[in-house]
């Protein structure tokens, strides 16, 4: 069985991870989207949080599993999964320099891990979660956001949210 870890901190999941995720899930038997928990990071929202719009964001599939994991290296989980293969997206020259070491870092550490990088479609691979809470606020500020995230993201990010409560993620990168 073919098995991809697929890891990050998707705070919040955007319309480019769920692309990651399809192509993952078409080309895997088995595919593992993990959030890594980095104590050194403040994220927006919780791992639970995080997990939930995962899950509410993509279709079910029976080899799509949603999970996450804590301090360990992203190679040590893959390894304790079974999987054989890590699932990396890059969006960008600096994506790319930042993934090139890694790559070879992994492969220092568990050499029988092959890295497998994709590359999103244009109108969607400058977008990151990072810059998703970076648009929020100004006057219209909605109507961007809303193409870049998946609707239980967007209901999430939206003053009048399913929990009722407003979140100001620019303060929170």
Partial sequence: MRTA????SF???TNGHLWMIEQGVAMFDRLIVAIGDNPAKRYSFTV???LELLRASTAS???LEIT???NRY???YARKTGAKYVLRGIRSPHDYEYERVMRHINADMAPEITTV???PPRDIAEVSSNMIKSLIG?????????RYVPDPVFRKLTPQNDDGHTRDLRIMQ
């Fill in 5 to 8: 870890v697929y890891a990050g």
């Fill in 11 to 13: 705070d919040p999941p």
């Fill in 48 to 50: 639970e949080e995080r």
């Fill in 61 to 63: 599939s029976e080899n």
């Fill in 68 to 70: 996450h994991f804590d």
């Fill in 74 to 76: 992203l190679v040590d």
């Fill in 117 to 119: 990088f994709l590359m």
């Fill in 138 to 146: 100004p006057k219209g500020w909605e109507d961007t956001v809303r």
